[in-house]
């Protein structure tokens, strides 16, 4: 196998690491509660084999790698696999890449034309007792959650029509039903949305497809009681581009945002389009509820343009990422007024990874979770992650608007996004698993998982689980209580 680049997507706390393992019995300083019984699923993209071509955009498509830190009697363990994506699969055959640049299919080799390119690297998807990993790109990978197996490309039993599934769902805390959406679900730069929801039992209920006003990054979106949410962001797709060997995503900031907004168990064409402002971008959404006046509030982490920084570039825009504004910002809009418009307020700090109770989901909510950067920190943050620069604050946010909390980390560390465990007893609010780097020099890194007292993350880890092994950054996580996996199938 030949080197990886000197290139940001492999350096650092980027740098690959390949192996997979199984480490049970960790060291552990403090006690780790009696609340916290289960797994922490995480998704870590990690690219096998180094690229043919050049692409900026490569921390994107690293192959998925998923990882569970299974706690259990106040021990813990870690485990990494691949999955298996019909794409690792062929690589690792060939012994180096086939794959071109990020979501660019014409970029491949000829012998993988046709193949399903997904890499399978955002989110652990826990519902119904399934545990899938997805990425927007294309359908998810099922994974046994006990063994980390792949169990091979997921589409609900042959009932799934998109070619792709987001790895933002939403499941109601009182329906048990999980809501999703894939864009491009009709092919490669298509407009197509569609729009899916699935019972209890995991099996598709419905499945309605939609346009977009046109063909955007869709990462994230929302559900209240009532209402599906559908966010657009001026960053598009032009399938002539892509012809061309070129980016999937240029990022216009002269274009309008937009919100889509349907009655949950309506019919697609029942959909109403609200105007946001130009150019703003956002990857995530924190939550969205009705008021009792029957408006609906859309809260997410909002920012000047799109945060990526190879998607700025490739666009041409000249805004380094220290000069990207950004804010919490609520969306209000009223689903059965007559204006037209998003009305924006400002209800908390630029910051991204928010977290939830799942129990609040689509609920109107009294606090929450949310990575930032320190503004006090002093010297440079740590180098790693998709935008070259990694979170070192945790903050609980309080919804009524009074002082957050604050967990800031030294220098030299940062957090990757945290999960949220309920707590039993009422009054308490749970806990929070979060994987904590520390850099010990040029290229060396240490890791442990912390647990923090979710109603009080200023006081630090309750409990910090040493990892004996190198971790690449962690994209997305989802917390499996030990019950929940005991019922899965
Ligand atoms: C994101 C992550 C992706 C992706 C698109 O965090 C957006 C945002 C890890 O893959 O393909
Ligand atoms: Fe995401």
């Known amino acids: 196998m030949g080197a990886f680049p000197q290139q940001p997507n492999y350096l650092g706390l980027n740098s690959p690491q390949g192996e997979e393992y199984s480490l049970a019995d960790l060291a552990v300083e403090g006690t780790i509660p009696a609340e916290v019984e289960g797994v922490f699923f995480r998704a870590v993209p990690n690219p096998a084999y180094p690229p043919f071509l050049e692409d900026s955009a490569a921390f994107l498509s690293a192959d998925g790698m998923i990882s569970a830190v299974r706690f259990a009697g106040g021990r813990a363990s870690i485990e990494l696999r691949w999955v298996q ?14 794959f071109g640049k990020y979501r660019n299919p014409f970029t491949d080799k000829p012998e993988v034309r046709g193949l399903d390119r997904t890499v399978a690297n955002t989110t652990p998807v826990w519902h119904a007792g399934h545990l899938l990993m997805c990425k927007e790109d294309g359908r998810p990978y099922r994974i046994n959650p006990r063994t980390l197996e792949t169990l091979g490309s997921y589409d609900f039993g042959g009932a799934l029509r998109s070619e792709t599934m987001t790895a933002h769902v939403r499941v109601d805390p009182a329906s048990g039903e999980m809501f999703f959406y894939g864009y491009e679900a009709s092919g490669l730069a298509s407009k197509t949305i569609s729009y899916g929801i699935v019972g209890p039992d995991g099996k ?61 168990y309506g019919d697609v064409s029942e959909l109403r389009w609200f105007k946001g402002p130009k150019g703003v971008s956002c990857y995530h959404m924190m939550n969205a509820f009705e008021d009792e006046a029957g408006l609906v509030h859309f809260d997410q982490c909002l920012s000047d343009s799109n945060a990526f920084p190879f998607i700025r570039k490739a666009s041409g825009i000249a805004l380094e990422q220290w000069e990207l504004g950004g804010r919490l910002a609520r969306w209000t809009i009223d689903p059965k007024g007559t204006a037209d418009t998003v009305t924006e307020t400002v209800i908390g700090p630029p910051g991204d990874f928010p977290v939830i109770p799942a129990a609040r989901q689509g609920r109107p909510y009294d606090h929450a979770w949310l990575l930032t950067m320190n503004p006090e920190r002093r010297g440079p943050p740590v180098f790693g992650g998709p935008v070259d620069a990694m979170f070192d604050l945790l903050l609980r946010l309080d919804m009524a608007g009074g002082p957050p909390q604050a967990l800031a980390l030294d220098p030299g560390m940062c957090f990757n996004e945290p999960v949220h465990v309920p707590a039993r007893e009422a009054g308490h609010e749970g806990w929070l698993i979060t994987v904590v780097d520390r850099q010990t020099g040029p290229d060396s890194f240490e890791h442990e998982c912390w647990i923090v007292d979710a109603g009080n993350v200023a006081a630090g880890p309750v409990a910090r689980v040493k990892i004996p092994h190198r971790l690449r950054p962690q994209v997305h996580g989802w917390w499996v209580s030990a019950q929940q996996l005991a019922s899965a199938a």
């Open 204 to 264: 598709l209920k419905s499945e309605q497809w939609f346009d977009a006003p046109y063909c955007a990054m869709m990462h994230d979106f929302t559900i209240t009681e009532n209402y599906a949410l559908f966010p657009i962001y001026p960053t598009i797709c032009e399938l002539d581009r892509l012809k061309d060997g070129g980016e999937h995503w240029i990022h216009h900031q002269e274009l309008d945002s937009w919100l889509g907004i349907v009655p949950r």
């Open 85 to 98: 994506t019909a794409r690792h699969k062929a690589e690792t055959a060939a012994g180096e890449a086939l």
